[in-house]
């Protein structure tokens, strides 16, 4: 590497930004998840985008409500993530509908979220030849804002403790979220059942 390739690495995957993945990519989020569901239920393990992926963004937004980030450099590392998940449905769809090229992707998340374009360039190359679905960028989204509703509903209500609920969750392993809530609030559902649940009010 050049010295102006090496400083853009630094930049890049400075302390306070990687410090913002910690929790997703181990505990508590993928590698925990993996742990767990090697253990609890492994024939329900659908492996769907919205629970794995959305749990562990969902950490991210417990844990910055909680004040993980100890300094503005730190908020700004967490910050600066969920500015990239946001920005990474924009273009993974605007690519799969075939608007945008690789090469724009790129652009705007260096533009738009402030990427080194090193970074930008792996992040795209990634979204485009890991095989994820068009809808796996948008479960990041959606599955962790289902999984913070439903804390909301389970946990800020006092029904369950932080442990309960978590736990719950790692027990009964990868299913669709409205399952999970259903288990969790003892519904009964029939072979009928349609989805109906509403996890988000602006």
Known sequence: MTYDEKMMSMRGNNPNFSRATVHHELLAGHHLQGYMTARHKAYRNFDT?????????????????????RTPEERI??????????????????????KWTPQQCIDFLVDRVGHERANAEGEVRRSFTGGYGPLYQIAYMIGGLEFYALKKELVDTKKMTYKQYHDAILHENSLPIEMLRAILTNQNIDRDYKPSWKFYNK
């Open 49 to 69: 985008p919205f629970w794995v992926e959305g749990n562990s963004l969902y950490w991210e937004l417990l844990l910055w409500d909680m004040k993980f980030p």
């Open 77 to 98: 590392g967490m910050l600066f993530w969920r500015m990239h998940r946001c920005a990474r449905i924009i273009f993974s769809l605007n690519y799969h509908l075939g």
